[in-house]
Structure formats: structure tokens, C-alpha cells
């Protein structure tokens, strides 16, 4: 919907207009009616900002909105509102990072297309699952969502909802949404190296095909923590053989890009797996040590040797994320310098 008064969201939304998948309705503000809302079937509106009263009439149309604008003065109204001048920590969307316009990749359709089924998580699971993408759950988002789920027949959703969007967690557990685990992410900027004193006997190195089934092994009973390993309804051998299966992935360049290790001879006895975001950001995904040599401080020497490595290629900053559960790996990423972005909820929704 374009608004008639001008704005500094009016480029973002000329930017949005161009990302949208689908079809696309551009509406003038003047010609906005509930009949042409009707007669289109116009379930998503995309706007810098409407006055209250069309939010309260688009809700009552169970119409999802999405706002371009000031997050302070659309939040309680709009479904979903995308404010790249905020830089307001508490909620999803804010910052420059989210500009239509001025980030490439940010995935604006994710937003818009509000729920996506997971290929790669359905095809190992043998079951159809979803992941709410708009990352906001509202009444008219779980109504909007739901016509997606019967018609892919979808078994599993999962839902994470930022821990501080009391509106999105009060329609999760309304709609029983089951809670499975905290998500914390922590990030790091690369800007000193670290000393690291590496035994003899040890060295670091790019893990290969022939490490693989060494790797597997190690990761065998690690993620006890996990949301799937709490969920009750996930058989358990086959969450111990999904991270197995992802560091297999990672080792060949899939999902995750890189696993590095440390090695005692040519036997890998820890491990961390890297994936490459932009040309200076990376996150860690599995972090693993062999129940052998647990204890011994080789974690942390993975770790500071991986950053390194990291630091050495030009990337500038590195993300981690792990359970709220797992005291262990959170005091190990504080101890080394990294710090706290955000506390999310995971949510499962079987049917």
C-alpha cells in the first residue's frame, strides 16, 4: 500500500516491492477499501505505516500486516514491522542489517512468505517440517500459516520467538506450542590473536573424507542438550545420527563449509565446524571433544586455533550458538571473550 505522506521508509518499500515473491498488488492509500481487499483475496499487506483504525479493520480481516516504519509507534499494532533506523536490541528487525535497500542479504521474503517448509530437515526426519520464518507469531500469522501446513502436510513447526516479544509467546502457547529450549548467540570480533601452546603431539588441521567416520563417532553422544534430544516426540538414535549426519555434511563443504580439528596422530580428537555468512562474518556450528579427552582443557585450544584460523582469512566477526542447558560451552565462549546478542525460545507445534 502506498501511503500519500513521504518518508525516509518510502525507499524500503519501493525496495520490498521488487523482492516480494508472488503476485503483487500495488495499492494507492486513496483507493484502500474493504471490497477490494475482499474480491482479490489481498491476505498480506505491506505498508510504511497505516492509521490505527486500518490496522484494527485488517485485523478483524484476519490480514496480516507488515510495516516498514518506526517500531515504537507501529509495534502494538502490526503484525510485523521492520524498522532498519531502530536500534532498539529487543526486538527482531531493527538496525541496518535489516534495510531492504542497503543489505542484499537480508531474505525479505522469508518475512513476507511468513512460513517455509525445511527440505533438507524433512527429508531426513521422513516427515514434512515447516519453520515460521516471520519470525512474529500473532493471531492472524497462526491463521494465515495454518492453510500452508494442511495443504503441505506439515507434521512438525518449529517457532523461534525472541524471549522478549511478550505478544508472540502469549499466541504460541495459546495455540500449544510446546517450549523445547533456550537458544543463546554469542558473537565475538576477531581482533587480536590468540597464544595458544599446543602439545607436541597434537596438531590442527582441515578435517578430509578420511576422517569421517572418526568424527562420527566422537559426536555420537555430545548434543544431549539439544531441542531435539528434549522433545520427546524425536526417536533418539536418530537426533545422535542428525548431528552425526551434520558434521559428515561439513566435512564435505555441505551445510556447514569447514570442519577443522585437532589431531593426535591422524586420529581427529576434537572438532569445530565453520560456515562463511559474508566475506568477514562466520558462525561455529558443532563444537565437539572425544569423551577421552574431555577435561583437559582441548576445547578451549580448538576453539582460540580455530579463531585464529578464521582471523588469518579476513573474517572480522564469529557467532556461536548454543542451549541454555549447556553451562559448559556457554562459560567456555565467555571465557574467551565472546559476548551475548540475543536469547531467543525455541517452540515445536506437532499435529
Same mark, same amino acid.
Given at each position: 500500500?502506498?501511503?500519500?505522506?513521504?518518508?525516509? #521508509?518510502?525507499?524500503?518499500?519501493?525496495?520490498?516491492?521488487?523482492?516480494?515473491? !508472488?503476485?503483487?498488488?500495488?495499492?494507492?492509500?486513496?483507493?484502500?477499501?474493504?471490497?477490494?481487499?475482499?474480491?482479490?483475496?489481498?491476505?498480506?499487506?505491506?505498508?510504511?505505516?497505516?492509521?490505527?483504525?486500518? #490496522?484494527?479493520?485488517?485485523?478483524?480481516?484476519?490480514?496480516?500486516?507488515? @510495516?516498514?516504519?518506526?517500531?515504537?509507534?507501529?509495534?502494538?499494532?502490526?503484525? *510485523?514491522?521492520?524498522?532498519?533506523?531502530?536500534?532498539?536490541?529487543?526486538?527482531?528487525?531493527?538496525?541496518?542489517?535489516?534495510?531492504?535497500?542497503?543489505?542484499?542479504?537480508?531474505?525479505?521474503?522469508?518475512?513476507?512468505?511468513?512460513?517455509?517448509?525445511?527440505?533438507?530437515?524433512?527429508?531426513?526426519?521422513?516427515?514434512?517440517?515447516?519453520?515460521?520464518?516471520?519470525?512474529?507469531? @500473532?493471531?492472524? *500469522?497462526?491463521?494465515?500459516?495454518?492453510?500452508?501446513?494442511?495443504?503441505?502436510?506439515?507434521?512438525?513447526?518449529? #517457532?523461534?520467538?525472541?524471549?522478549?516479544?511478550?505478544?508472540?509467546?502469549?499466541?504460541?502457547?495459546?495455540?500449544? $506450542?510446546?517450549?523445547?529450549?533456550?537458544?543463546?548467540?554469542? *558473537?565475538?570480533?576477531?581482533?587480536?590473536?590468540?597464544?595458544?601452546?599446543?602439545?607436541?603431539?597434537?596438531? $590442527?588441521?582441515?578435517?578430509?573424507?578420511?576422517?569421517?567416520?572418526?568424527?562420527?563417532?566422537?559426536?555420537?553422544?555430545?548434543?544431549?542438550?539439544?531441542?531435539?534430544?528434549?522433545?520427546?516426540? $524425536?526417536?533418539?538414535?536418530?537426533?545422535?545420527?542428525?548431528?552425526?549426519?551434520?558434521?559428515?555434511?561439513?566435512?564435505?563443504?555441505?551445510?556447514?563449509?569447514?570442519?577443522?580439528?585437532?589431531?593426535?596422530?591422524?586420529?581427529?580428537?576434537?572438532?569445530?565446524?565453520?560456515?562463511?555468512?559474508?566475506?568477514?562474518?562466520? @558462525?561455529?556450528?558443532?563444537?565437539? @571433544?572425544?569423551?577421552?579427552?574431555?577435561?583437559?582443557?582441548?576445547?578451549?585450544?580448538?576453539?582460540?586455533?580455530?579463531?585464529?584460523?578464521?582471523?588469518?582469512?579476513?573474517?572480522?566477526?564469529?557467532?556461536?550458538?548454543?542451549? !541454555?542447558?549447556?553451562?559448559?560451552?556457554?562459560?567456555?565462549?565467555? !571465557?574467551?571473550?565472546?559476548?551475548?546478542?540475543?536469547?531467543?525460545?525455541? #517452540?515445536?507445534?506437532?499435529?
Amino acid at each position: 500500500v502506498l501511503t500519500p505522506e513521504q518518508g525516509p #521508509y518510502d525507499q524500503e518499500l519501493e525496495c520490498a516491492k521488487q523482492r516480494v515473491n !508472488g503476485s503483487l498488488q500495488v495499492i494507492p492509500f486513496s483507493d484502500l477499501n474493504i471490497e477490494r481487499l475482499e474480491n482479490d483475496n489481498i491476505d498480506i499487506v505491506i505498508s510504511t505505516g497505516l492509521p490505527k483504525e486500518w #490496522y484494527y479493520t485488517l485485523r478483524g480481516m484476519n490480514t496480516v500486516t507488515i @510495516t516498514l516504519g518506526e517500531i515504537s509507534k507501529y509495534y502494538q499494532v502490526s503484525d *510485523i514491522v521492520v524498522d532498519y533506523l531502530s536500534s532498539d536490541p529487543r526486538h527482531y528487525f531493527v538496525g541496518n542489517e535489516h534495510s531492504v535497500c542497503e543489505n542484499p542479504g537480508f531474505n525479505f521474503n522469508e518475512i513476507s512468505d511468513l512460513i517455509c517448509k525445511l527440505p533438507w530437515d524433512s527429508e531426513y526426519f521422513g516427515f514434512n517440517v515447516a519453520y515460521l520464518s516471520c519470525m512474529h507469531l @500473532t493471531d492472524n *500469522i497462526f491463521a494465515k500459516t495454518s492453510q500452508f501446513l494442511r495443504d503441505k502436510n506439515i507434521r512438525l513447526v518449529e #517457532y523461534l520467538c525472541n524471549c522478549h516479544d511478550q505478544r508472540s509467546v502469549s499466541v504460541a502457547e495459546k495455540n500449544d $506450542f510446546n517450549f523445547t529450549d533456550i537458544r543463546i548467540k554469542f *558473537i565475538r570480533e576477531l581482533r587480536n590473536e590468540f597464544a595458544v601452546n599446543l602439545p607436541d603431539n597434537l596438531s $590442527f588441521g582441515k578435517a578430509k573424507s578420511e576422517h569421517i567416520e572418526h568424527l562420527k563417532d566422537i559426536s555420537r553422544n555430545l548434543y544431549s542438550d539439544s531441542r531435539y534430544h528434549f522433545d520427546v516426540n $524425536f526417536d533418539k538414535d536418530m537426533v545422535r545420527s542428525f548431528y552425526q549426519t551434520w558434521v559428515k555434511s561439513a566435512v564435505h563443504g555441505q551445510f556447514d563449509h569447514e570442519c577443522w580439528c585437532l589431531f593426535e596422530g591422524n586420529a581427529p580428537i576434537a572438532f569445530v565446524t565453520i560456515r562463511y555468512a559474508t566475506d568477514d562474518y562466520a @558462525t561455529i556450528g558443532l563444537v565437539g @571433544t572425544s569423551s577421552s579427552h574431555q577435561g583437559k582443557g582441548l576445547g578451549s585450544i580448538m576453539l582460540k586455533l580455530t579463531l585464529n584460523h578464521l582471523r588469518s582469512n579476513k573474517i572480522r566477526f564469529v557467532t556461536v550458538v548454543t542451549q !541454555g542447558r549447556n553451562y559448559v560451552a556457554q562459560n567456555l565462549y565467555q !571465557g574467551m571473550g565472546f559476548k551475548t546478542k540475543s536469547v531467543q525460545l525455541w #517452540y515445536h507445534k506437532w499435529y
